[in-house]
């Protein structure tokens, strides 16, 4: 199987390229000037949506007319697995800053971890940073949206949009954004199946590109067969290449557009060779395609000059992208050959899904991995994959909605007899509030059949921001995360004890929680000093597995603390830490790792050697400008390495700071 060169990009950044990715021109295209000119008269009103069921042209006209207009477009081809938020707006980022460089960077933390619980913020940063801006953001295939909070977090951007924003929805039916609403005000623009319909000049252009010389009267026939239904003609175009009497061929069909559409394909497809026949329906399992992933499938190889013949003799097969060789079918033609397939080759369907879930897990690919396995009823080795990226599309993605469509599709059996998905499910329902359910799944991980650990596990995430790594940990730190809401101190203290006892020193996540719960019950039974340190050790464990606001969340109840045991400087200069860590989050974290070899319990950022000995200085009671004098350097940098110092060790002044350094042990 070919492999990816080793400096090419993930599949997964390749795959969100091919999403958004413009449609390229084709030479066959015909331009249709009558429908641009609408789509631009609707740039000052906001929203335009293009409505018609398949194949009558939206995508071809929208990329055409985008490719030729003086505003910078974002395009965002959607799929099914946009239906989660935090996916959808993800996706939505990555394509505004491709128009408006830097939106990624300045908005994207507002995703998460943790994700947002209403996306409302996050677009109003959106329509603040497209203020100054001219974008048009088009939104193609939006009928696979179902999602209630992703359409209302759309329609807030289209409410609130800057002047200079449009967005552009390609559909198949209406999506529910308040239309009449916006149609009464005068702020819709619509172009629908009627004004798609080729006229009969637009519709003989495209028959003189396939079939030069066919009579005035064929091409009316074909035109009014079709309704000017492009997808019809299209094929009808490609039926005609091989006619020697087109007249007498357009005289012989007429229909329905399913009898059209059937009987064209029919046409077409019988003139290919068996070779690629064959690889046509057995690729047509696949909702995108490349040539090493065709390969894999088949079990042959060649595709890669098989998918280049088949976009050559336009067999409905659209480029995704310019470079890396990405394709996939029409729709409609990939229905249609998947009917074949269904229909000549049944026993060999289950073969070709397990052969793309092997590909697509092999290549980081989660969500068509578990789908192809789903297809081939490979329901336990889907069930593997999810827990293998739960921690990373939950708990750093944020995308909820995405697990709970993949826990959908599996047995109850399975997911009972996998501890890692009952927990999977018990954070979800704990996260959300639903804690009924939380006791009652952490009671079936305990009884769960024996042999689930005996598989290897290796979240993607990392074991230091996994929480699906240790069960025994996990189960009993949400056993913990109840008794806190129980208002049960001393049981919250116990459990969070355990799970630390339980949990590997490399497991960040869940030991930063644990510490996190155990200061909470310190803090409760008004041990503070005990609180202090293991929020200390909440902080640093949450930083170090990547979470940057809610490290920033452990930071505030470490002021809480300080507060409550008095030390009110001390307090002020913790929360201006916790602050710098904020602004600081934009920008990417050091890789989630074993800690750095002077990390010293209790406090956070380890001290530099120049502070060290700042400190020694300081301990020996030395004044600043001595100890610029001593270590030959200005007293402002003295004075910045004592600022650093008081913030390190939460520190009011240098006495304190010197106790404190006593304390921890750092100085003699
Ligand atoms: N302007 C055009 N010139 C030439 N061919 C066109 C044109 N518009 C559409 N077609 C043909 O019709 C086919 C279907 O068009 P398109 O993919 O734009 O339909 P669609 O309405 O977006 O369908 P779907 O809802 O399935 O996405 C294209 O693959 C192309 O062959
Ligand atoms: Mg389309």
């Known amino acids: 199987m070919a492999e990816p060169l080793a400096a090419a990009p993930p599949e997964r950044d390749v795959l969100l390229a091919t999403k958004l990715h413009m449609p390229a021109a084709r030479p066959e295209l015909v331009p249709r000037p009558r429908l641009a000119e609408r789509l631009d008269e609707g740039l000052g009103l906001g929203l335009i949506l293009v409505c018609a069921p398949a194949g009558y042209g939206k995508t071809v006209l929208l990329a055409d007319w985008a490719r030729n207009g003086q505003r910078p477009v974002a395009w965002l081809s959607l799929d099914a697995a946009d239906n989660d938020p935090g996916r959808f707006w993800r996706h939505v980022v990555a394509a505004l800053d491709g128009a408006c460089p830097g939106i990624g960077e300045r ?51 289209v409410e609130h949009r ?16 308040g239309l009449a609403r916006r149609r009464a005000r005068g702020q819709l623009t619509e172009i629908r199946e009627a004004e798609l319909r080729f006229t009969p000049a637009e519709a003989a252009a495209l028959l003189q590109r396939a079939a ?15 309704e000017g239904w492009a997808a019809g003609l299209q094929l009808a175009a490609l039926s005609l290449r091989g006619q020697d009497d087109a007249a007498a061929f357009v005289a012989a069909f007429t229909g329905s557009h399913r009898y059209v559409l059937d009987y064209l394909a029919e046409e077409v497809l019988e003139r290919q060779d068996t070779q690629l026949r064959t690889f046509l329906r057995e690729t047509s399992v696949l909702e995108r395609l490349s040539g090493p992933l065709c390969d894999a499938v088949t079990g042959r190889e060649g595709s890669q000059a098989l998918l280049g013949q088949a976009e050559r003799a336009g067999l409905f097969l659209i480029p995704l992208d310019e470079v890396r060789g990405w394709w996939r079918y029409h729709h409609l033609f990939a229905g249609l050959l998947r009917a074949r397939l269904q229909e000549k080759q049944p026993g060999r369907v289950t073969q070709l899904h397990r052969n793309a879930a092997a590909w697509y897990e092999e290549h980081g690919l989660a969500d068509d991995a578990i789908g192809h396995a789903v297809a081939a009823s490979e329901t336990a080795w889907a069930a593997r994959i999810i827990e293998q990226h739960f921690d990373m599309v939950y708990n750093i993605r944020g995308e909820a909605a995405t697990i709970h469509r993949w826990l959908s599709v599996l047995p109850d059996e399975v997911i009972r007899s996998r501890p890692r998905l009952l927990l999977a499910q018990a954070i979800m329902a704990a996260t959300s509030g639903h804690l009924h359910v939380v006791e009652p799944l952490l009671d079936a991980v305990e009884c769960a059949p024996p042999g689930w650990s005996d598989e290897p596990f290796e979240p993607t995430a990392g074991a230091a921001a996994s929480f699906l790594i240790n069960v025994p940990a996990l189960t009993t730190l949400l056993r913990g995360y109840l008794a806190q809401f129980r208002d049960d101190a001393e049981a919250t203290a116990a459990f969070a004890a355990q799970a630390l ?83 600081t989050s934009g920008r990417p974290l050091p890789a989630a790792g074993p800690g750095p070899d002077n990390a010293v319990p209790g406090i956070i950022d380890p ?16 004044s600043n400008q001595a100890i610029a004098g001593e270590l030959v350097v200005t007293l402002d940098t003295v004075k910045k390495h004592v600022g650093h110092l008081l913030g390190k060790l939460g520190a009011a002044n240098r006495t304190e700071a010197v106790a404190r350094a006593r304390e921890l042990s750092l100085i003699p």
């Open 607 to 622: 001290l530099t050697s120049r502070e060290l000995e700042v400190l020694t200085m300081l301990a020996a009671g030395r």
């Open 212 to 226: 030069a010389g066919l009579p005035d009267a064929s091409m009316a026939a074909l035109a009014a067969r079709t």
């Open 107 to 157: 908005v994207g933390p507002l995703l998460g971890p943790p994700a947002p619980t209403s996306f409302q913020g996050l677009v109003t940063a959106l329509i603040n940073e497209l203020a100054s801006d001219e974008a048009v953001l088009v939104l193609d295939d939006y009928h696979v949206i179902s999602a209630q909070q992703v359409h209302e977090s759309l329609a807030f951007l």
């Open 162 to 177: 800057p002047a200079g924003t449009t967005v552009v929805l390609a559909s198949r039916s209406d999506p529910p954004l």
């Open 501 to 583: 006892a339980e949990s590997k020193p490399e497991e960040r996540l869940l030991s930063a929680t644990a510490h996190g719960f155990l200061a909470v019950a310190e803090w409760l039974r008004g041990r503070l000093t005990e609180a202090e340190r293991a929020i200390v050790s909440s902080v640093t464990g949450w930083r170090e597995a990547g979470h940057l606001t809610t490290t920033a969340w452990r930071w505030y109840e470490l002021v809480l603390i300080r507060r409550a045991q008095g030390r009110l400087d001390a307090a002020v200069l913790t929360c201006q830490r916790a602050l710098d860590s904020l602004v």
